[in-house]
């Protein structure tokens, strides 16, 4: 695959960088980039680790989201350097595929979790904090699956006896859970029947980790698209460092409408948060995932997350999303026919790179 690596410690970026839209430049010191270290701490919407205070900035890696993994490894290895040199995120945030590791009848795939840990540990050695996410949504059962089971304390029990003392590694415990927000916030936590189906809510999953894992976790409100808006009500109990994801926030864009989605329970001092899954790109089958104005809202997100700062996990560096060809260093760029249905092989992938470095520096 085509490269071209951001040059270590003989190179620096010397030229000041024009954050697109944000009105303001920044220079990038990054002869080389800085990393983040746990174990982390919560302390009201704060979360610490031993370098100081951690703000998660970082890319989606997919390939253990699959079946055909084992094919992926190379790939996913390729995004993480470049996720750690050429993008100077701080964290990697690996979709797990939750059969893939754990049948139906809780049996645990052996080879799938040596993958696992193979990935973990080529992540760590670059620098990197993991958050391993439960992804339920390639299941078979996908429908059945769309809040914690059984099968979810299973899939955890495993990767805690592996991670839970690991100080860098993350547990994003359930991906998107009640998927179309049918059965509402007290549902959400306690569980209970919701269409005929039986389920573990929210608390009691992160119970049944929390005893075997010292981990930070991320606990992810309602949906994709969806809001925090209720999570404070009916938020998660117990000991250890916890912190709320929320995933690409619906319109309008703009500040008000962020602090009432996800910002309200850090800027009151509840808890942190962040976005845990985002990026602008042209798609036309989930108009829910692109921002029609995203070359003027996008930026203005991004100011925002930097002013409260509060983390962000983008998506892929796939070709369409984050990158604009096989090379991983070729960022997306808004262009002047940017449309969500016809403006294909553009998106959010510079402004995201050069946020990430500000950051970073």
């Known amino acids: 695959m085509r490269r071209r690596h951001i040059a270590s410690a003989a190179i620096a970026i010397a030229a000041s ?20 270290r746990g174990p982390f701490h919560v302390s009201r919407a704060v979360v610490n680790g031993s370098t100081g205070r951690y703000i998660p900035y970082g890319i989606n890696v997919t390939g253990l989201a699959h079946t055909g993994y084992a094919s992926l490894m190379a790939q996913d290895e390729a995004d993480i350097t470049a996720a750690a040199d050429d993008w100077c995120a701080n964290t990697v945030r690996f979709q797990v595929g939750q059969a893939n590791l754990v049948s139906t009848t809780g049996r645990v795939d052996q080879a799938f979790l040596g993958a696992v840990i193979t990935e973990v540990r080529f992540a760590e050695a670059r620098g990197l904090v993991v958050a391993l996410n439960l992804q339920w949504q390639l299941d078979g ?3 059945v699956e769309s809040m914690p089971t059984q099968r979810s304390k299973a899939f955890w029990g495993s990767l805690a006896s592996h991670f839970g003392r690991d100080p860098n590694v993350v547990f994003d415990i359930y991906n998107e859970p ?11 936590h306690d569980g209970g029947v919701c269409h005929g189906v039986k389920y573990m809510g929210m608390q009691a999953l992160a119970d049944y980790v929390r005893a075997r894992a010292s981990n930070l ?38 500040p008000r409408t962020w602090d009432s989605e996800f910002g309200s329970i850090a800027n ?19 108009s829910w995932a692109c921002w029609d104005d995203a070359p003027v809202s996008a930026p ?17 560096l796939v070709k369409g999303q984050l990158i604009q060809s096989a090379n991983l260093n070729d960022p997306t760029r808004f262009r002047t026919n940017w449309s969500c249905t016809s403006g294909l092989d553009q998106g959010v992938g510079h402004q995201a790179q050069r946020w990430f470095i500000r950051q970073n520096g």
């Open 17 to 36: 960088v024009v954050l697109g839209g944000f009105g303001s430049t920044t220079r990038a010191q990054a002869a080389t980039c800085h990393h983040e």
């Open 141 to 143: 059962a996908s429908l």
């Open 178 to 188: 009640e998927q179309h927000a049918a059965c509402g916030w007290a549902f959400w």
């Open 217 to 254: 976790f991320w606990v992810e409100g309602i949906g994709a698209g969806a809001t925090l808006s209720g999570a404070w009500r009916h938020h998660i109990t117990g000991d250890g460092p916890l912190e709320y994801s929320e995933h690409r926030p619906p319109a309008p864009h703009q």
């Open 268 to 286: 009151s001092g509840h808890a942190p948060v962040l976005d845990g899954e985002w990026a602008d790109y042209a798609r036309s089958n989930a």
């Open 300 to 316: 203005r997100f991004l100011s925002y997350l930097q002013a409260h700062r509060f983390g962000l996990i983008v998506t892929q």
